[in-house]
């Protein structure tokens, strides 16, 4: 026996649970990216601002994750502009995405669709939703299976460029031993 089909508004109330995890599993991939940025002095000066990055990404929105994200992908160099410790190792570290401005044009824009999507979704866009219309709920459904395929993209990309940093620091680590 086939089982019963799920009705429309089951699907549709399905699909948006679906899009708002995946939602969360952007910001949150998006608030780890968050932390990359330039850091230049001495190792004590260079932990706390890891530290105080971390406790700020933890309060980021998705539209701050996306903006730090962006902006610390594309920032120059730090000039080095303090004097190096002579009792102290100075280093410097930056992060940055090779890319055509098109292309970095192109991903800022679908995040930013995407913020806006999300705000619309999750502040009030369902609220007047006509749930017991099947016709309405099939559109619905259709819409947020194109949305999460755009955060499927996104966060594919994020998680790539998050992991591998992982790793990299992981070898650096280990060759350090």
Same mark, same amino acid.
């Given at each position: 026996?086939?089982?019963?089909?799920?009705?429309? %508004?089951?699907?549709?109330? =399905?699909? +948006?649970? @679906?899009?708002?995890?995946?939602? =969360?599993? $952007?910001?949150?991939?998006? %608030?780890?990216?968050?932390? &990359?940025?330039?850091? /230049?002095?001495?190792?004590?000066?260079? =932990?706390?601002? +890891?530290?105080?990055?971390? /406790?700020?990404?933890?309060?980021?929105? &998705?539209?701050? /994750?996306?903006?730090?994200?962006?902006?610390?992908?594309?920032?120059?160099?730090?000039?080095?502009?303090?004097?190096?410790?002579?009792?102290?190792?100075?280093?410097?570290?930056?992060?940055? $995405?090779?890319?055509?401005?098109?292309?970095?044009?192109?991903?800022?824009? !679908?995040? %930013?669709?995407?913020?806006?999507? @999300?705000?619309?979704?999750?502040?009030?866009?369902?609220?007047?939703?006509?749930?017991?219309?099947?016709? #309405?709920?099939?559109? $619905?459904?259709? %819409?947020?299976?194109?949305?999460?395929?755009?955060?499927?993209?996104? &966060?594919?990309?994020?998680? !790539?460029?998050?992991?591998?940093?992982? /790793?990299?620091?992981? #070898? !650096? &680590?280990?060759? !350090?031993?």
């Amino acid at each position: 026996m086939s089982e019963p089909a799920v009705p429309p %508004k089951d699907e549709a109330l =399905q699909a +948006v649970g @679906r899009t708002v995890v995946n939602f =969360q599993r $952007l910001e949150h991939n998006l %608030k780890l990216a968050a932390r &990359l940025g330039p850091l /230049a002095g001495t190792l004590p000066r260079i =932990q706390r601002v +890891v530290e105080k990055r971390i /406790a700020q990404s933890e309060t980021m929105t &998705l539209g701050q /994750a996306i903006q730090a994200w962006l902006t610390d992908t594309v920032s120059e160099s730090p000039a080095s502009s303090h004097t190096p410790d002579l009792f102290d190792v100075t280093m410097q570290m930056t992060f940055s $995405l090779s890319a055509d401005a098109e292309s970095h044009s192109a991903h800022a824009a !679908a995040l %930013k669709a995407l913020r806006e999507t @999300r705000n619309d979704l999750i502040h009030g866009g369902l609220v007047h939703f006509a749930w017991d219309s099947p016709d #309405e709920c099939r559109r $619905l459904l259709t %819409k947020l299976d194109e949305v999460n395929e755009a955060i499927r993209l996104e &966060l594919n990309f994020i998680t !790539a460029v998050v992991k591998a940093l992982g /790793a990299s620091r992981a #070898e !650096a &680590l280990e060759e !350090a031993r």
